[in-house]
C-alpha cells in the first residue's frame, strides 16, 4: 500500500484505546529489558539497590538509596533515543511523533528535577544491553559518588 493511501485510512482505534494498547507495549517492553538488567546487575555484583522505588520522581526503574542514584532503562523508540530514533514508523509519522516528543519532554523535565533534588540520574538505553559497556559506566558513577558524595 502506498504511504499516501495510508495516511487515508482512518484510525480504527479510539484515542483510549491507543493510550491502553500503546502503555501495554511499553510496559512489556520494560519487563524484558529490566530483567536484563537486574541479571546484570547481579552478575557484576552490584549491590544496595532497589526495584521500582515508591515516590521518586519520573519513576526509576532502579534505585540505589546508599548513593541516591537512580536508573532509568528506557526503550530506544518511546523515549527517542538519539541514535535510534530514525526507526519512527513511516506511516501515520506525526501520530507518533507528537508521542514521542511528549515522552522526550517529560522524561527532561523528570530528570531536570531529580538533579536538583539531589539525585544521580543514570540513563541506560535499550540497545546498550546488547554489551556490557553501561554496566561499566554505571560501577564507576557509584565508585566516584561513594569516593566523593
Ligand atoms: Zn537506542
Known sequence: MAETE???VQDPLTTE???ERMARVRS?????TELLVEQKLIAFNLQGWIKHPKGIIGNPDFYFPDVSLVLFVDGCF???CPKCNRNTPHSRRDYWQSKIDTNRRRDNRNHRKLRQEGYHVVRVWEHELKRDTWIKRLRAIIARVEKNG
Open 78 to 80: 518511546w523515549h527517542s
Open 17 to 19: 484505546e491507543r493510550s
Open 28 to 32: 512489556k517492553g520494560n519487563k524484558s
Open 6 to 8: 495510508m495516511d487515508d
